[in-house]
Nanobody, 124 residues
Framework: VQLQASGGGLVQAGDSLRLSCAAS????????KGWFRQAPGKEREFVAA????????FYADSVLGRSTIFRDNAKNTLYLQMNSLKPEDTADYYCAARMPTTQPPSLARSYDYWGQGTLVTVSS
């Protein structure tokens, strides 16, 4: 089981960026998938999640209205479109996946699989 995140980079405040996460077909078809981020010196925090069925989407208040999580089933790829980026969005971004569960999608420890981080740096 692998998750491969990509798409990070250095951008200016107000710019947009799209992160990608390639996943195996099993994960993609039924698992809840999420994005988390971790800034230097801070704890990992929830950004967004999308369920396997439905799907339903969930967002952290800090990115609500500026970000969209979506998936491409044909490509087994998860995306996070981020707009109007702010310097406080600077962090390593991680994609994750978990089997269906009743635990909140924002709970990092509920996720079974993690990709490596992709760094997003937003300059002011």
């Amino acid at each position: 089981v692998q998750l491969q995140a990509s798409g990070g980079g250095l951008v200016q405040a107000g710019d947009s960026l799209r992160l990608s996460c390639a996943a195996s077909k099993l994960i993609f078809s039924s698992y809840t998938k999420g994005w988390f981020r971790q800034a230097p010196g801070k704890e990992r925090e929830f950004v967004a999640a999308i369920t396997g069925s439905g799907p339903s989407t969930f967002y952290a208040d800090s990115v609500l209205g500026r970000s969209t999580i979506f998936r491409d089933n044909a490509k087994n790829t998860l995306y996070l479109q981020m707009n109007s980026l702010k310097p406080e969005d600077t962090a390593d971004y991680y994609c994750a996946a978990r089997m269906p569960t009743t635990q909140p999608p924002s709970l990092a420890r509920s996720y079974d699989y993690w990709g490596q981080g992709t760094l997003v740096t937003v300059s002011s």
